[in-house]
């Protein structure tokens, strides 16, 4: 069962490009969250969401409720955006991963 | 800030060793978790609590048990260690769901286990 389904899994990208990274979800939930992590394992939160859209300087996060979807744009690339990206939502006491997208920005 | 804090950051055992894995949260969270992720399949819960003395199994408990004493530490505990335990670990907690400051996780630096 995957609650949570994320595309694509790798992503190549040239400095500079604009890149998106999707999401699907089928549960019902609190919030989604927009997940980074660098080699070596830490986690970090980037944007939790419940409704429309946010935006942190290069890296924008929307969410459509209705449809269960959410995309991360990262705009103007840069290769210290190279990590894994994991989208993960809130439904009820549990959260949901999926199995993340791997970005690598190349100078 | 909230910390959660992993003891071991690389470790190696060997088959059959009992590991233990401590977590610390500094933020009085209910719910703490455990998750193992492994190339290609994300992360995957092992267990999770509530509260202090109560836990539940996640999706792959199987050759894991957990400990939670008290509310700011969660250990997890490997009875005997198999080669196919290798994997980095990752704790986590959050407040309770009912909470809407519960949607927030946050997450230890997590443990990089080999089992040789």
């Known amino acids: 069962k995957n609650e949570v389904e994320q595309s694509p899994q790798n992503l190549t990208a040239q400095e500079g490009e604009f890149i998106t990274i999707n999401c699907s979800y089928s549960?019902?939930?609190?919030?989604l969250h927009w997940l980074q992590q660098h080699p070596g394992g830490g986690i970090v939160s980037l944007f939790m969401l419940s409704s429309g859209k946010k935006k942190h300087g290069r890296l924008i996060a929307t969410i459509n409720i209705q449809e269960k979807h959410s995309s991360l744009h990262i705009t103007a690339s840069h290769p210290r955006d190279s990590a894994v990206y994991i989208c993960a939502v809130k439904g009820g006491n549990q959260f949901y991963f999926g199995t993340g997208t791997s970005l690598t920005v190349i100078p | 800030d909230v910390k959660v804090t992993q003891s071991s950051r690389y470790l190696v055992k060997r088959t059959g060793e009992k590991v233990f894995l401590e977590c610390v949260q500094d933020?009085?969270?209910?719910?703490m978790f455990w998750y193992r992720q492994d190339p290609g399949l994300g992360l995957r819960l092992i267990y999770f609590s509530y509260d202090v003395k109560m836990k539940e199994k996640g999706d792959i408990p199987e050759g894991y048990s957990v400990s939670r004493e008290k509310k700011e530490r969660f250990s997890l505990i490997l009875e005997s260690a198999s080669t196919n335990q290798t994997s980095m670990y990752l704790c986590?907690?959050?407040?309770?769901?009912?909470?809407?400051?519960?949607?927030?996780?946050?997450f230890g630096e997590g443990s990089w286990l080999t089992v040789v």
């Open positions: 933020m009085d969270h209910e719910n």
């Open positions: 549960v019902g939930i609190s919030a």
């Open positions: 986590a907690s959050s407040l309770p769901g009912g909470d809407p400051s519960g949607n927030t996780i946050y």
